[in-house]
């Protein structure tokens, strides 16, 4: 017999001769023993199950089964021997100790969505995103509305129904902006089912509110969990226990930072971006010393948004020397003179050495000293003036454009409403729009450090002064749902456009951040606006159908998002 053959046709013969197993009786009198089956099986019992195992593996042309019966050929003899050895080692089989039964799923005291929001979860979990690309039709697209429900929803203090926790998990794996909403919307059954399937592993790593609720004689806990736990799970303790106790968070990391590899040293610092506080300065000062580059850098970062530390003085010193305010003319003018090296106390404190391709070297050290400067310096230096004043002022050499990007990010990283105040500007000025000495990419940055109304306020003025062209990224950063004014702004932007013959198209990613942030109050105001236009001579062929579809997808989107909003009592 080949031996290449013998296997499988010992598995055949075993399970065409195997019984189903049964457990075997407890001893008795009438209850054979071991040795009362292997006589009753006949001689093949008494043949091990290593060597049948050994000579179907080697084929019986190069070995000779143990026994032989009468008459049959040693294949066959061979798989008669494996089915009565399987049969004989199944029946023998004794039961199992039952598993441990797995505690039952915590308690959640939030009560559960109402039936036509669980209804509505679960249509919105069911849809997939089309794989055509492009986006075309008047149906909502739900999965860019699961977040908005899970928001409200979570705002009302839900939690999620028990049926639909395995969908929600789901969801979450495939989608990673979900999962801080979708975690903390399933509460303590999601970790608790998580621990059955590893598919949804993600949610023992970021596991919210785990820090929280860990009282002072849980602190060894904490240390454990921290010093043995994986990579994930070790950025998610050390990110909650910084949001709830920030001193903790930090004397957690300084015990083991010597021993952490230079990739996780960065992403730990990073996570010190929470709470931000003086009592950090001394292990960021520390930091600085690090080996490696990144975590040099990032410690001088968080080092400048301390505008009281010894770094951030040291930079203002360094940076006060580069400019100065000239008299001397009719009118005074800022003047800049760059470094003309890079040494090595300012490498210390991040100040990266080797500039971009494209980038002269002076000009890109001055940048990195302007932007970790404290923003009060300039105020003392500048004659006490205002940031508006100091904004306005020339800038000698064609030196403007370099400092008062340096300005815009130090704004930001210092979340100084004044100072971006000043260096936006106003929406309607033609330098809003560009190309004037702060980009638009700068303006939506300085945008964030404003209040929400105040922001919301400013993009709306910036759509009517100059259209939608150019607001995408800057409507990114307004508050959910769009204020009234920025609103309107927004559809009336559109109807001009449509009225217009414009290019369709051009607008898709404006529809699709109307249609999850314009209020649903709206819907009324754009029915009118879902017939098809009559369109121009000069227009883009087919542009009214497209308009029509898009603003008919946009209405059903509203109402939807006023049906989920009621559904979820508010």
Request: hydrophobic share 45%.
């Amino acid at each position: 017999m080949p031996p290449s053959t013998a296997p499988a046709r010992t598995a055949e013969a075993a399970d065409r001769h195997t019984a189903p197993p049964t457990a075997p009786a407890a001893a008795g009198p009438h209850t054979r023993t071991p040795t009362a089956h292997a006589e009753a099986a006949g001689p093949y019992a008494r043949t091990s199950w290593e060597e049948l195992v050994t000579a179907a593996l080697l084929g019986t042309d190069r070995r000779t089964p143990p026994l032989l019966a009468p008459g049959k050929e040693a294949p066959v003899a061979l798989l008669d021997a494996a089915a009565v050895q399987t049969v004989r080692r199944r029946a023998g089989l004794r039961p199992a100790r039952a598993a441990e039964r797995p505690a039952p799923a915590p308690a959640d005291p939030r009560p559960v969505v109402p039936a036509a929001a669980r209804r509505r979860l679960a249509t919105l979990l069911a849809d997939h995103p089309s794989a055509s690309g492009g986006r075309r039709g008047t149906a909502p697209d739900l999965m860019e509305l699961l977040p908005q429900w899970l928001a409200l929803a979570g705002e009302r203090g839900f939690t999620a129904p028990p049926e639909l926790l395995p969908a929600l998990l789901n969801a979450a794996r495939g989608r990673t902006d979900l999962r801080p909403q979708a975690l903390a919307f399933a509460g303590p059954r999601a970790q608790w089912l998580a621990r059955f399937n590893p598919d949804w592993k993600f949610a023992l790593r970021a596991a919210p509110g785990s820090a929280r609720d860990v009282g002072p004689q849980d602190e060894a806990d904490i240390r454990r969990r921290w010093q043995e736990g994986l990579f994930a799970e070790r950025v998610a303790l050390l990110a909650d226990l910084r949001a709830h106790a920030p001193d903790d968070a930090r004397e957690l990391l300084s015990g083991t930072w010597s021993t952490e590899r230079a990739e996780d040293r960065l992403m730990f610092l990073d996570s010190l971006r929470t709470g931000l506080r003086a009592a950090d300065e001394p292990f960021l000062e520390q930091a600085l010393g690090d080996r490696s580059r990144n975590v040099r850098s990032t410690a001088a970062e968080l080092l400048s948004a301390l505008p009281g530390s010894a770094l951030a003085a040291r930079m203002a010193d360094r940076a006060a020397s580069c400019v100065a305010l000239d008299r001397t003319a009719g009118r005074p003018e800022l003047t800049v003179e760059a470094p003309h090296e890079c040494d090595a106390g300012m490498e210390r404190d991040g100040v990266a050495p080797k500039p971009p391709a494209g980038r002269g070297e002076r000009s890109w050290w001055l940048g990195q000293l302007v932007e970790a400067a404290p923003l009060a310096t300039w105020q003392r230096r500048l004659g006490d003036r205002s940031p508006a004043d100091i904004v306005a002022l020339p800038v000698a050499d064609g030196w403007r454009g370099e400092l008062h990007a340096a300005w815009c990010r130090a704004a930001v990283r210092q979340r100084d409403t004044g100072w971006s105040r000043a260096l936006l500007g106003a929406p309607s000025s033609p330098d809003a729009a560009g190309p004037g000495a702060v980009s638009l990419a700068e303006r939506a940055k300085l945008l964030t450090t404003l209040p929400a109304a105040e922001r919301a306020e400013w993009v709306a003025g910036f759509i009517d002064a100059h259209g939608l062209s150019e607001a995408f990224q800057l409507l990114g950063g307004c508050a959910v749902p769009w204020a009234p004014a920025l609103g309107r702004a927004v559809v009336d932007a559109l109807n001009i456009a449509r009225d217009a013959g414009s290019y369709p198209w051009s607008f898709s990613g404006v529809m699709g951040l109307a249609e999850r942030c314009l209020d649903p109050a709206e819907a009324v105001r754009l029915d009118a606006l879902t017939a098809t236009p009559d369109e121009p001579e000069d227009a883009s062929p087919g542009a009214g159908g497209y308009w029509s579809e898009a603003f008919q997808r946009l209405v059903s989107t509203l109402r939807l998002r006023a049906a989920m909003r009621e559904e979820l009592g508010g």
